[in-house]
Nanobody, 122 residues
Framework: QLQASGGGLVQAGGSLRLSCVVSGGAASTIVMGWFRQAPGKEREFVAAITRSGTRSLLADSVEGRFTVSRDNARNTGFLQMSSLKTEDTAVYYC?????????????????WGQGTQVTVSS
């Protein structure tokens, strides 16, 4: 199971840190991805991080503003979001897959968290 949390309401330019707790297995066995879905839009890739945390990938739209990390000892992944923009408003999901391959493709993820709402006001 994956449990995402940390969303909320923040002003443009502000920061939030999302967490994703992994249960039912060691977090170190999964690649963790982050996706988001804005109202009326398709769900899109945001970030992904390898099982060890040594490599990550960010979408162009968040590069330089977001960072992704993980603490396998705590079975938790993080998405640190800074310099938030109104267009970052969305429900954010964490997801798990086994291999570091096609990590931008949401159809490759087998487990999903429930989502956490992030709202950025102007």
């Amino acid at each position: 199971q994956l449990q995402a949390s940390g969303g909320g309401l923040v002003q443009a330019g502000g920061s939030l840190r999302l967490s994703c707790v992994v249960s039912g297995g060691a977090a170190s066995t999964i690649v963790m991805g982050w996706f988001r879905q804005a109202p009326g839009k398709e769900r899109e890739f945001v970030a992904a991080i390898t099982r060890s945390g040594t490599r990550s990938l960010l979408a162009d739209s968040v590069e330089g503003r977001f960072t992704v990390s993980r603490d396998n000892a705590r079975n938790t992944g993080f998405l640190q979001m800074s310099s938030l923009k109104t267009e970052d408003t969305a429900v954010y999901y964490c997801a798990a897959k086994t291999l570091w391959k096609e990590v931008k493709d949401q159809d490759r993820y087998g487990r999903w968290g429930q989502g956490t709402q992030v709202t950025v006001s102007s």
